[in-house]
């Protein structure tokens, strides 16, 4: 529906539909409905109908004004709240007597009673506003409504795909089934994860083990079967994974690949769910004619990133598997 039906027919439109297009329609320019505002700089202005006829619609008319100070603003007239008309808070004799008062070309009563109609239906917009996560979303600059800072709190940051899935973030246990959905879903590409692939941790100078000296008869570390380890380096079999993306088409695979678009997005993610103590070793699996092929004279060779030589026809369509530096 467009602002011109909305002119023409305003009692097809709900009255939160009719208000929301309005203000949508105006971006950035006015004041919200309700906000805390000066009348005259606020986007909409509302006014009760004067009749004590059966409203039949919310909303009975809808029409832009022009302002003295430049600009224009939409009247909207509204027949379920106010305190006179057909559905007025104030006793009928006050309807009555505002009526008599408009037929004699006299508006200041209703033009007094409209300050506080137009205050309080804006407050009941606003109350309507607040609980519709979709609404505040879509209304707010940058996206940065009360709701999605709550999402980003709870996710750890404001980047999209935390916020997306705020729900795997949020929680304290990370699992290597939630991380393959994870990329999965992020990234439209299946997915396998590999765990307990183990790497070499090395040991600081006062971790190693050492014999009982002179100075230090007790030794460090040295008791066998317990604390001893040989050499400068431990093999930790919790703190490294193998994640492979399984890439059918050209576009996904080159993509994945370290000068491709989506490496530093993976690795991000890979960092904000992994943290610092799991590594993980990242494998493009795809086919050989998915990958880029080097030629000499170009700015940025694919030597060491994913690229090869030319080859021939019969082993295009051999699977390789790409090994990428982890996060």
Same mark, same amino acid.
């Given at each position: 529906?467009?602002? $011109?039906?909305?002119?023409?027919?305003?009692?097809?439109?709900?009255?939160?539909?009719?208000?929301?297009?309005?203000?949508?329609?105006?971006?950035?320019?006015?004041?919200? /409905?309700?906000?805390?505002?000066?009348?005259?700089?606020?986007?909409?202005?509302?006014?009760?109908?004067?009749?004590?006829?059966?409203?039949? @619609?919310?909303?009975?008319?809808?029409?832009? /004004?022009?302002?003295?100070q430049g600009g224009q603003y939409h009247?909207?007239?509204?027949?379920?709240?106010?305190?006179?008309?057909?559905?007025?808070?104030?006793?009928?004799?006050?309807?009555?007597? /505002?009526?008599?008062?408009?037929?004699?070309?006299?508006?200041?009563?209703?033009?007094?009673? $409209?300050?506080?109609?137009?205050?309080?239906v804006s407050l009941y917009y606003r109350?309507?506003?607040?609980?519709?996560?979709?609404?505040?979303?879509?209304?707010?600059? %940058? *996206?940065?409504?009360?709701?999605?800072?709550?999402?980003?709190?709870?996710?750890?940051?404001?980047?999209?795909?935390?916020?997306?899935?705020?729900?795997?973030?949020?929680?304290?246990?990370?699992?290597?089934?939630?991380? %393959?959905?994870?990329?999965? *879903?992020?990234?439209?590409?299946?997915?396998?994860?590999?765990?307990?692939?183990?790497?070499?941790?090395?040991?600081?100078?006062? #971790?190693?083990?050492?014999?009982?000296?002179? #100075?230090?008869?007790?030794?460090?570390?040295?008791?066998?079967?317990? %604390?001893?380890?040989?050499?400068? @380096?431990?093999? =930790?079999?919790?703190?490294?994974?193998?994640?492979?993306?399984?890439?059918? =088409?050209?576009?996904?695979?080159?993509?994945?690949?370290?000068?491709?678009?989506?490496?530093?997005?993976?690795?991000?993610?890979? *960092?904000?769910?992994?943290?610092?103590?799991?590594?993980?070793?990242?494998?493009?699996?795809?086919?050989?004619?998915?990958?880029?092929?080097?030629?000499?004279?170009?700015? @940025?060779?694919?030597?060491? *990133?994913?690229?090869v030589t030319l080859a021939r026809e019969?082993?295009? @369509?051999?699977?390789?598997?790409?090994?990428?530096?982890?996060?």
């Open positions: 529906m467009s602002i $011109d039906s909305l002119y023409k027919t305003p009692g097809q439109f709900d009255f939160y539909q009719a208000v929301f297009m309005l203000q949508n329609r105006a971006g950035s320019r006015g004041q919200k /409905v309700g906000a805390d505002a000066l009348p005259n700089q606020e986007l909409v202005r509302f006014k009760s109908v004067q009749h004590l006829g059966f409203p039949g @619609s919310p909303v009975a008319k809808v029409k832009p /004004v022009a302002c003295e009247q909207v007239d509204v027949t379920f709240m106010g305190l006179t008309g057909p559905s007025g808070a104030l006793p009928q004799h006050y309807s009555e007597l /505002v009526l008599s008062r408009i037929k004699q070309k006299d508006t200041t009563m209703v033009d007094f009673y $409209d300050m506080f109609n137009h205050r309080l109350a309507w506003e607040k609980y519709r996560q979709a609404i505040n979303y879509s209304t707010h600059s %940058e *996206h940065f409504d009360p709701f999605t800072r709550v999402l980003g709190h709870l996710s750890g940051g404001n980047a999209p795909y935390r916020l997306h899935m705020a729900g795997l973030f949020s929680r304290r246990v990370r699992s290597a089934v939630q991380l %393959e959905r994870l990329l999965t *879903h992020y990234l439209e590409l299946d997915v396998d994860v590999k765990q307990f692939v183990g790497t070499w941790r090395p040991l600081a100078s006062s #971790e190693q083990t050492r014999l009982g000296t002179r #100075e230090n008869p007790e030794g460090q570390f040295a008791r066998l079967g317990s %604390e001893a380890a040989a050499g400068k @380096s431990v093999w =930790d079999v919790n703190s490294a994974i193998d994640i492979t993306f399984h890439c059918k =088409d050209k576009a996904k695979a080159r993509a994945l690949l370290p000068q491709g678009p989506l490496n530093g997005l993976l690795k991000d993610m890979l *960092h904000s769910y992994l943290g610092y103590a799991v590594k993980a070793n990242i494998n493009v699996k795809t086919q050989l004619k998915n990958l880029p092929v080097m030629r000499l004279g170009q700015q @940025s060779s694919a030597l060491g *990133h994913g690229g019969r082993v295009l @369509s051999r699977d390789v598997c790409i090994q990428l530096r982890g996060q």
